[in-house]
């Protein structure tokens, strides 16, 4: 356990629902990721949160995903009418703010979405 | 293009040998290169962080070597447990901002009794 929680750990859903995830990251950490894990892949990046702040979103965030962090704290990830592409697992990692590249990135379980 | 490439996809092994992952990676600037467990179903947990002027790490059984000048590195694991049967992704950071990685497919490895 890496300290990261995610809820909930699997989502079944229609295609068209919409669903939202939530990740708590690590409390002293106030930088937060969330990515995206397709089966037999490696994660891919699609946000990046500096406290409450988003400053990056990947190109694969379509605008049917929205990522917030209102307090700094917790982060919710929210997907808009779900495609059966978005399947994947969803994974939150928590970073402290150290200056220098070498901050160990802490992931959370994941969420595993099934879109039927 | 940044990528990551791990080789090879799967192995199987028997408990107690050793085995050896290769990564090669076309990130650029490169700042640090990380190998991760991920076990099925579970987020990846970091095994060892290596920079440009590290050419190798060890965390227990796991060693891992870095040569920046032809951008490989390589993940031996030392007398296979059970235990070692998971995903192993190599990473690879970009250098200034926010710590961005980008991630290797991962070799899966399956270790037998």
């Known amino acids: 356990d890496t300290g990261v929680s995610q809820d909930p750990r699997h989502k079944i859903t229609k295609r068209g629902q919409n669903v939202t995830f939530r990740c708590d990251p690590i409390s002293e950490h106030n930088r937060l990721y969330w990515y995206r894990q397709t089966l037999g892949q490696g994660p891919e990046f699609l946000t990046y949160f500096q406290n409450e702040a988003q400053l990056e979103k990947s190109r694969l965030l379509s605008d049917r995903f929205s990522a917030e962090r209102p307090k700094g704290s917790f982060s919710t990830l929210e997907i808009q009418r779900t495609e059966q592409g978005d399947s994947a697992m969803y994974l939150c990692?928590?970073?402290?703010?150290?200056?220098?590249?070498?901050?160990?990135?802490?992931f959370g379980p994941g969420t595993r979405l099934t879109v039927t | 293009k940044n990528q990551v490439e791990q080789s090879p996809q799967s192995l199987i092994i028997l408990e107690g040998k050793n085995c050896t992952l290769q990564c090669n990676y076309t990130v650029s600037p490169f700042s640090n290169l990380r190998w991760y467990k991920q076990d099925t179903g579970r987020g990846p947990v970091s095994l060892t962080i290596m920079t440009f002027s590290e050419n190798t790490k060890s965390n227990g059984r796991y060693t891992a070597t870095l040569d920046a000048d032809t951008k490989q590195s390589s993940l031996h694991i030392t007398a296979s447990q059970l235990s070692d049967s998971a995903s192993y992704i190599c990473v690879v950071s970009f250098s200034g901002g926010y710590n961005k990685l980008i991630f290797g497919a991962g070799t899966r490895l399956a270790v037998h009794p």
């Open positions: 990692a928590s970073s402290p703010g150290i200056a220098g590249e070498r901050s160990e990135q802490y």
